[in-house]
């Protein structure tokens, strides 16, 4: 039920929903001859898609998120398992093409054949089933093995996780798969952006694991101020809302302990 609540959720606040909500309204309004709601509704909505557009606040809401938490330093000596969380192909493409094909958070699966590399004795779970909500598509989990085959990874060492929608099951089924032991060491490979959250749920599991973010978006020095990106700047915008909504939820729900966990 909370996948589904929060997609409908998200559908309708994300700031270019919002912005045709408003302008919806404002029409109706003026049909009412409502004309100072119209007003307000209409100078609302282009605030809303002029500041997630035209500035860098998407960026700005970026930052603190990307910084949360960085990569060890030293590096761990033995890893016993690397957590890809999923996210990062285009499933539509991918199955109709019958490969994989990349989104923006390819950098996630290519951290992680790096690492693989790095600790060729590690396991590598890969979590993440079909998160659409009408059509029923590959999951990363499905198609992982045809990228981590081609990077020259056994297929033995992969764990495939394909039933999980979020993140909450993210941690749920890869628990119940790799069965962690005390003093096991797991590396999380997700998004930067995506790290404060991951980390609040896999510890409210009991699973201490060791962040590894990838897949940066922002510079990390932005201030407020204009933008001539207008489509990455209103897409940066939507990630970022979407996580500081995410966390605060979580929050909410008792599904992480704190509303921004720290390292």
Known sequence: MTFYASKIFWFFVQPISLTVTLLALSLIFQLLAWRRLALVSTFCALVLIGMSSLTTIGGVMMGPLEARFERPSPPPERVDGIIVLGGSFEARVSGARGGYEFNEGADRFVEAAALARTYPQARI?????????????????????????????????????GQSRNTVENVAESMRLAQPRPGEVWLL???????????????????????????????????????DEFNRCLALTNVALREWIGLIAYWAMGRIDEPFPAP
């Open 125 to 161: 779970l890969v979590s993440g089933g079909n998160a659409h909500l009408f059509d029923a598509l590959p999951g990363d989990a499905e198609l992982a093995p045809l990228f981590f085959e081609r990077m020259g990874v056994e297929p033995a060492r992969l764990i495939l996780e």
């Open 189 to 227: 490979v997700t998004s930067a952006f995506h790290m404060p959250r991951s980390v609040g749920l896999f510890r409210k599991a009991g699973w201490d694991v060791v962040p590894w973010p990838a897949d940066y978006r922002a510079a990390g020095r932005d201030g407020l101020g204009s933008c």
